[in-house]
């Protein structure tokens, strides 16, 4: 839900409701890789004026491939992503894909920059985690710890 992905809406002109009513421009587009007939591989590339984001996130693509992907392809679907984006004016793309997912990114001209973890919260969720949070630090100080609200 974070990340607003399902299947209703992959390809969507206005990736949140209030972008509607804006002159902001944020949209997703969808490239596809198939290898023997058979998906293996998604690219949501999302867009947004680079002027809204200090380090061009509106920009981002979200690249997923199937563990038995030929690694031609998936170097073939990372540039397919840059030329997507480079013939929209915009060379700069964050391009992200799940840990150890594209082993070898000199393959599609890339250097790996950085790797690292993402934890989305509900507000839900956070309340769950803040009283398991609280329980561990009781179980440990063996003291009661009063929650403060505001």
């Known amino acids: 839900r974070a990340f607003d ?8 002109e ?8 804006s002159d902001a ?3 997703r587009r969808a490239l596809v890789a198939y290898h023997a007939g058979v998906l293996v591989g998604v690219a949501l590339c999302e867009l947004g004026s680079p002027d809204l984001s200090l380090f061009n996130l509106l920009n981002l693509a979200q690249v ?3 563990s038995d992907v030929p690694p031609e392809l998936n170097a073939t679907l990372f540039r ?9 004016g915009i060379y700069d793309p964050v391009l992200v894909a799940p840990p150890a997912q594209f082993q070898n990114p ?15 919260w ?21 003291h009661s710890i009063t929650r403060k609200t505001s």
């Open 5 to 12: 992905i399902n299947e209703d809406n992959l390809i969507s």
């Open 14 to 21: 206005h990736l949140h409701p209030d972008y509607e009513h």
């Open 25 to 27: 421009v944020r949209r």
């Open 64 to 66: 997923y491939t199937t």
């Open 80 to 88: 397919e992503v840059r030329a997507f984006y480079a013939r929209l």
């Open 106 to 120: 000199g393959a599609a001209g890339l250097r790996l920059d950085e790797t690292m973890g993402c934890i989305i």
């Open 122 to 142: 509900s507000g839900e969720t956070l309340e769950q985690y803040h009283n398991y949070i609280q329980y561990c630090f009781e179980k440990i100080s063996g």
